[in-house]
T-cell receptor, first 110, second 114 residues
Framework: DAKTTQPPSMDCAEGRAANLPCNHSTISGNEYVYWYRQIHSQGPQYIIHGLKNNETNEMASLIITEDRKSSTLILPHATLRDTAVYYCIVRETSGSRLTFGEGTQLTVNP | ETGVTQSPTHLIKTRGQQVTLRCSSQSGHNTVSWYQQALGQGPQFIFQYYREEENGRGNFPPRFSGLQFPNYSSELNVNALELDDSALYLC?????????????FGPGTRLLVL
């Protein structure tokens, strides 16, 4: 079973920041938080991951709370092409598998 | 573009037949993982191959089998196809160095079993 909880859907206006929350209250000390997204019928696309510090790359920022029980993925300036299902995944450092939940359907509106 | 390629892109089979799906990993990657994604659901882990051996398996029956070749490419074989095997099959490659490796997905093969 997935170890994360995400809202099933969210809307965002084009050009605004999209903040996608994820709860992972049972996360262990050796588990990373990964974010992927999947645009309809394509393979999942890696976005970002982190252990306990906040992370930023060219796609997004990842904010992890100090107790590590939740995180937020931030797309700073959402575009229509960011419409996708976003998956938050908790994964062991040495784990072989990614366990996907149902994800959040983000719809960016013009 | 991740550099992970899969073939074929689409496939139609009938119940009871066998199918082989192929995956070429990204340059520099030595590990391939396979996932099944039914319509409207998240991907489910089938198994992973590292150094040509199975390195972890999900809750799938033995009729799902795989191979990894010396060039790190991989095959997924499914025997005795069932209607419920209709799904998008995804492969992901990564570079195993001891833990926490990011997996990069290919575009998938869509299988329809009639």
């Amino acid at each position: 079973d997935a170890k994360t909880t995400q809202p099933p859907s969210m809307d965002c206006a084009e050009g605004r920041a999209a903040n996608l929350p994820c709860n992972h209250s049972t996360i262990s000390g050796n588990e990373y938080v990964y974010w992927y997204r999947q645009i309809h019928s394509q393979g999942p696309q890696y976005i970002i991951h982190g252990l306990k510090n906040n992370e930023t790359n060219e796609m997004a920022s990842l904010i992890i709370t100090e107790d590590r029980k939740s995180s937020t993925l931030i797309l700073p300036h959402a575009t229509l092409r960011d419409t996708a299902v976003y998956y938050c995944i908790v994964r062991e450092t040495s784990g072989s598998r990614l366990t996907f939940g149902e994800g959040t359907q983000l719809t960016v509106n013009p | 573009e991740t550099g992970v390629t899969q073939s074929p892109t689409h496939l139609i089979k009938t119940r009871g037949q066998q199918v082989t799906l192929r995956c070429s990993s990204q340059s520099g990657h030595n590990t391939v993982s396979w996932y099944q994604q039914a319509l409207g659901q998240g991907p489910q882990f089938i198994f992973q191959y590292y150094r040509e051996e199975e390195n972890g398996r999900g809750n799938f029956p033995p009729r799902f089998s795989g191979l990894q070749f010396p060039n790190y490419s991989s095959e997924l074989n499914v025997n005795a196809l069932e209607l419920d095997d209709s799904a998008l099959y995804l492969c992901a490659s990564s570079r195993t160095t001891g833990g926490g490796e990011t997996q990069y997905f290919g575009p998938g093969t869509r299988l329809l079993v009639l």
